[in-house]
């Protein structure tokens, strides 16, 4: 079944753990949380399924609030050629996480309206319509904890609590997964680190068990033994 | 309600499917033996695209990965955890022990690191050593065979060192190390701490048809797909299942007592279906119990009767005493000499390709017993998490913390794969005051009553984890790296991690011939009800440094042979 299918079949309540949900949910886009509830179509129980999907079809951030989050994500990952918070889902994913974790509801809640009122008081408008200047001086004074400080300020503790959830967002997705240039998550035959790379570090394999370490071209040869534990194969 | 009796008789019903439950299904299934397996979770198996979380991108889940639903991560193949919905247990006073349970075919071992260490000789006779605890009643020389045979049917890899108590086995080769863990070995070395090849159940050659070769994806805890790793679902009850046509399976059915008869012998088990939540009865010749320690010994105690007062086989007033976890402490050193690396595939296999056995002697220490070294790092993939804090380790490098804007991207990359961690898991000394009883006050959501635990630790195992502390420290000092964190101290308990945190919790039922002070013989075969078997973690004297369950798999095996003899013999 193709993702049209398959998202086609949800909405008639036919097919896979989610619709069970979907069922449940009053109101509402129906099309918009079946295509939600697809994007994560991975190992769940019932249970779990019907969970994520609930958690989907709720809204947390108000306009508002969607849009300040936006452009502080931004500012905390600009954009460059490999790729953006856009890309990356990072509106998608705090709002998932506010509801997954309620604890991330007050202090991302508050800490956005409290930014608000230092920036009406210092400026006169919400932070989203200071300019990038003000923005930019405004960040500097809460993105750098105080080392002496035993614990920090509410704003500071906010800003390090919505960067985490940035840049998490971001290195979590395809985007930066592959800026970062991890290369695995996928069938491979791991034969030791290159040789370029023992050598800049000044190590290599020792030795004395060199003979006993998997000779990969014989993985697939049975395995069988002597009496005393030698491999043979 | 009336309980519904299930029509067919059994030669032998088993409770619990994971690594001793698995192993039972097997032998005594392809001895020919009818077989019923009854588990409190669901069938699972890891190629059923329905429940695979392998080769996952973390995107592909909602919370990225976080451990928000399950306790190890979004992609962790273990339904269940420490805490249960529906399925509480409680504390006497203000003692503490975290409790970990499984719900599905396969139990834990459908989670663990597959770390597969066989006790050696001195780990069935500790107490000859220190005078604490007990000793085995059996040695290594009656359990060595049946490691053998595991060794053979499961696949494990590892290096034979000769060590004398750690005991070279039947080892497909193991893979080579990756670059952290070669800094680890130059450091632990010059520390003096030894370094050996790790030994896990992973295929890394070809042992049958049925099981696939690893392709080092590094996920074994999410339970693989082409069967390269070991979990008892995939490896011992599917095909049990599906080859011998005498295998039984009742899924979602909740073991609440096993039943008996006016002699006080046992006839069957009594089970909760989870799904039309209506009460079972199985009736069958022998009961094999392999709910976990914990659970096989709730079960004990909850089956009472005029012959049994103090729960099934338990007028010793054993069953639930000695229960011991693994002692645990970690701690992580920052390595500059690995940043900013060229990235390559390091997944390799799902966890460690080296580890450090205990290596020192007990006569200069100021605690009894030992802990192995367990190291990780590299270039992992991100999951939630990755990124919190990305520049903590500037203050190590005298640059400001914290900041915003493109440099995140320049400081990640360059602290990709340069942070290495230790842990130490240990032998902590089983207690008779250290137990789990029932809760005469509460009932879980299938109205079974609920354990209740009471577990300290004592200066035994505090000293040992600070001890463990002092090594990590040295070996990161000797990598060339610097300690991460503060040493706790003796409020912290020095790291010692809670009970029951390392999840290798045994000793509930312990073995032993006399009958006044253990619940099971020398075949896990309890003293006072000769037709019921435990062949989970329960029987354990001691836990030895060994993660337990090569252990729990050679024992279940020898006492299936054992029931297979007594039931031809005609003898129970």
Known sequence: MDRRQSIQSLLMGSA?????????????????????????????????????????????????????????????????????????????????????????????????????????????????????????????????????????????????????????????????????????????????????????????????????????????????????????? | MQIIDQSKTYDVVIVGSGAGGGMATKVLSESGLNVAVVEAGPYFDPADPAQQTQFKWPYESPRRGASTQRAFGDFDALYGGWEIEGEPYTQVGDTKFDWFRARMMGGRTNHWGRISLRFGPEDFKSKNKDGLGENWPISYEDIKPYYDKVDKLIGIFGTKEGLHNEPDGFFLPPPKPRLHELYYKMGAEKTGVKVIPSRMSIVTKRINQERGVCYYCNQCSRSCQIYADFSSSSCLVIP?????????????????????????????????????????????????????????????????????????????????????????????????????????????????????????????????????????????????????????????????????????????????????????????????????????????????????????????????????????????????????????????NYGLHTPGRIIHEVGTTRMGDDPKTSVVNRFEQMHEVDNVFIVDGGPFVSQADKNPTWTILALAWRTSDYIVEALKKQNI
């Open chain 2, 240 to 492: 049990a299942h599906k080859n011998t046509g005498r295998v039984d399976l009742y899924m979602n059915a909740m073991v609440r007592e096993v039943t008996t008869d006016d002699e006080g012998r046992a006839t069957g088990v009594l089970y909760v279906n989870k799904e039309d939540r209506q009460e079972y009865r199985i009736k069958a010749k022998v009961v094999v119990l392999a709910a976990s320690a914990c659970s096989s010994a709730r079960i004990l105690l909850n089956s009472k009767s005029p012959q049994h007062p103090n729960g099934l086989g338990n007028s010793s007033d054993t069953v639930g005493r000695y229960l011991h976890d693994s002692t645990g402490a970690d701690r992580m050193g920052f390595v500059p000499k690995l940043m900013n690396r060229k990235i390559y595939n390091e997944d390799g296999v799902g966890g460690l390709h080296l580890y450090s056995p205990w290596w020192l002697d007990n006569k200069k220490l100021d605690f009894p017993r030992g802990y192995h070294i367990e190291v990780w790092g590299g270039l992992g993939m991100p999951s939630y998490g990755f990124g919190f804090n990305h520049n903590y380790l500037n203050e190590y490098l005298g640059l400001p913390v914290g900041g915003y804007g493109p440099k995140i991207r320049e400081e990640v990359r360059q602290y990709y794969g340069a942070v290495v961690g230790m842990s130490g898991r240990g032998e902590s000394i089983a207690l008779r005051d250290n137990y789990c009883e029932i809760d005469p006050n509460v009932v879980d959501e299938f109205g079974i009553p609920v354990l209740r635990f009471h577990y300290k630790w004592s200066d035994h195992e505090r000293k040992q984890a600070k001890h463990m502390h002092d090594t990590f420290e040295q070996i990161i000092e000797n990598m060339g790296g610097v300690v991460l964190g503060q040493k706790p101290g003796a409020d912290q």
């Open chain 1, 16 to 233: 896979m753990v989610g619709a069970l949900a979907l069922e449940s949910c009053v109101g509402g886009d129906k099309e918009a949380l079946a295509q939600k509830v697809w994007d994560h179509q991975y190992g769940r129980t019932p249970k779990e399924m019907e969970h994520d999907s609930r958690l989907l079809a709720e809204v947390f951030f108000n306009e508002h609030e969607q849009k300040t989050i936006h452009r502080l994500a931004h500012l905390i990952m600009p954009a460059n050629e490999h790729g953006d918070i856009d890309q990356a889902g990072t509106l998608e994913f705090i709002e998932f996480m506010v509801k997954e974790y309620p604890g991330f509801q007050s202090p991302l809640r508050g800490g956005l309206m409290g930014l608000d009122h230092r920036c009406r008081k210092e400026y006169g408008t919400p932070f989203i319509s200071l300019t990038e200047d003000q923005q930019h001086e405004v960040l500097t004074s809460i993105a750098y904890p105080d080392p002496e400080a035993q614990v920090q300020r509410q704003e500071v503790s906010f800003f390090a609590t919505l960067r985490n959830l940035v840049v998490t967002s971001y290195y979590t997705s395809a985007v930066g997964i592959a800026e970062l240039g991890y290369q695995g998550n996928q069938p491979n035959v791991w034969d030791g680190v290159p040789q370029e790379v023992l050598e800049e570090h000044g190590l290599s394999y020792p030795e004395a068990w060199m003979p006993h370490f998997l000779d990969v071209t014989k993985r697939n040869t049975q395995a069988e033994w002597d009496d005393e534990g030698n491999l043979i194969t």
